[in-house]
C-alpha cells in the first residue's frame, strides 16, 4: 500500500481529485467506484471546481457506489442516493443511465445484489475505487468478520458505525437503519485501483491496524494489503498511530518524475 501523508484534508482531497481526474481525462469512459460519509466530500468537491472550471468531462463516465441503506428510498435526505446528488451528480456532467447505487427499497434484496454483481462485470468492471475507512476499520458497509472473499449482499451495521453515523440522523440513533446492501470485500478487491482516504483522529487506530498490522477479518480495510494498486490519503491525526511514517514521507517526496502526482 502507498501511503501518502499531507498535512490537512483540504490538501489530500486534491490529490485525491487530481489521481480521478487524471484517470477520467486518459480513459474518459472509465469506470468509477465511488463512496459516501463525510470523507469524501472535499474530494467531490473538487472534481466538481475541475468539471467547472477546467473542463472535466464526466459524459461517458460510469460510476458504482459501494452502499446503500436498506429501507431508505432515494428521496429520502440521509440515503446514499441523496447523498452523491447533493455532492457530486447534480453539479457535474454524467449521463443518468451510467449512475448505479444499490436499491436499498428492492423486494427481493438477494436479486438486487446479484443485479449489482452483474452489472459491474458489464461494465468492464471498476476503474478505480474510492474509500473512506470506518473507526471499526470498515469499507463500503463490511463490517469486522465480514468474509474477506464476500460480494454484494445485505449486511447488519455495528452498534459502533449506528452510533458514528447517527450525527447524520439527527443525532437520533433510533433513526440510523440497522440493514445495508453493500459491495463485498471481494468485489471492491476485483476493482483495478483503489483509493482509500482516511482524515482526523478517530480513524487512527483502524488505519494503523489495516495498514500495518495483520490481514484479518476483524479489520476489512487490512486485506488492501493484497490489493496489487492501493494508494492511502491520510492527514497527520490519522497518521498518528502507524510505525514507519518516516518511510512514507520519504517515499512520497523522493517519487520519480514519472510517478508524481500533478
Ligand atoms: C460509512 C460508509 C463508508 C465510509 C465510512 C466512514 O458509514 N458506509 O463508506 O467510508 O462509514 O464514514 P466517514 O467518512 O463519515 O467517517
Known amino acids: ?22 484517470l477520467v481525462r486518459t480513459r474518459p469512459d472509465c469506470v468509477l467506484g465511488l463512496a ?9 468537491r ?3 471546481r475541475l468539471h467547472r472550471e477546467e473542463s472535466l468531462d464526466f459524459s461517458k ?7 446503500e441503506y436498506v429501507g431508505l428510498p432515494p428521496s429520502h435526505p440521509q440515503s446514499y442516493h441523496a447523498f452523491m446528488d447533493e455532492h457530486l451528480f447534480g453539479h457535474i456532467n454524467i449521463a443518468r443511465e451510467n449512475i448505479h447505487i444499490p436499491d436499498g427499497m428492492a423486494a427481493d434484496i438477494p436479486a438486487e445484489c446479484a443485479r449489482y454483481e452483474a452489472a459491474i462485470v458489464a461494465a ?20 469486522p468478520t465480514s468474509s474477506l472473499a464476500s460480494r454484494t449482499r445485505i449486511k447488519t451495521l455495528t452498534e459502533q458505525t449506528r452510533a458514528d453515523n447517527a450525527r447524520f440522523f439527527e443525532g437520533d440513533l433510533g433513526k440510523v437503519p440497522f440493514h445495508c446492501i453493500t459491495m463485498g470485500v471481494g468485489t471492491i478487491m476485483d476493482c483495478r485501483q483503489v483509493l482509500m482516504l482516511a482524515f482526523g483522529a478517530n480513524k487512527a487506530t483502524a488505519l494503523a491496524d489495516a495498514v500495518e498490522g495483520p490481514i484479518t477479518a476483524m479489520n476489512p480495510a487490512s486485506v488492501l494489503q493484497m490489493h496489487p494498486v492501493a494508494k492511502c490519503i491520510i ?28
Open 1 to 22: 500500500m502507498e501511503i501518502i501523508i499531507q498535512e490537512t484534508p483540504a490538501l489530500g482531497s486534491i490529490i485525491a481529485a487530481r489521481i480521478i481526474a487524471k
Open 36 to 44: 459516501t460519509g463525510s470523507t469524501p466530500i472535499a474530494t467531490y
Open 46 to 48: 473538487e472534481l466538481v
Open 61 to 67: 463516465v460510469t460510476t458504482f457506489n459501494l452502499d
Open 124 to 143: 468492464g468492471g471498476i476503474d478505480l475505487q474510492l474509500l473512506g475507512i470506518g473507526t471499526d476499520g470498515h469499507i463500503g458497509f463490511n463490517e
Open 235 to 262: 492527514d497527520e491525526p490519522a497518521a498518528a498511530k502507524l510505525q514507519r511514517t518516516a518511510y512514507y514521507r520519504w517515499v512520497y517526496a523522493n517519487k520519480p518524475e514519472w510517478q508524481q502526482i500533478h
